[in-house]
Nanobody, 122 residues
Framework: QVQLAESGGGLVQAGDSLRLSCAAS????????KGWFRQAPGKERELVAA???????????YYADSVKGRFTIAWDNAKNTVFLQMNSLRPEDAAVYYC????????????WGQGTQVTVSS
């Protein structure tokens, strides 16, 4: 089993930045892909960004079109932590953000965090 714990959400103004963190524990070495999803009220959960770590030491990333150029996902393998740096936040970015972990690319996500709220005021 893998446990995921998110942190870093909060209330910000449009144009501000936030950094979300997701620390993995348990059998964290068994996963090679981590992603950030978000779900706003009345909307479906969507994949915002994902990173796949390869044994060669390289990684590959995915970003939803709506966040390209503004969000950056990064995986600190030594700390079993994945970060989502969110810049130039917009009111439409407001949602509950969930960290997920799994394997393969595209990934199958088997583990989920509890979610962290991001609120962006205009």
């Amino acid at each position: 089993q893998v446990q995921l714990a998110e942190s870093g959400g909060g209330l910000v103004q449009a144009g501000d930045s936030l950094r979300l963190s997701c620390a993995a524990s348990g059998r964290a070495s068994s996963i090679n892909t981590k992603g950030w999803f978000r779900q706003a009220p009345g909307k479906e959960r969507e994949l915002v960004a994902a990173v796949n770590w390869r044994w060669s030491g390289s990684s590959r990333t995915y970003y939803a079109d709506s966040v390209k150029g503004r969000f950056t996902i990064a995986w600190d393998n030594a700390k079993n932590t994945v970060f989502l740096q969110m810049n130039s936040l917009r009111p439409e970015d407001a949602a509950v953000y969930y960290c997920a972990a799994g394997n393969d690319w595209p990934a199958t996500y088997n583990y989920w965090g509890q979610g962290t709220q991001v609120t962006v005021s205009s």
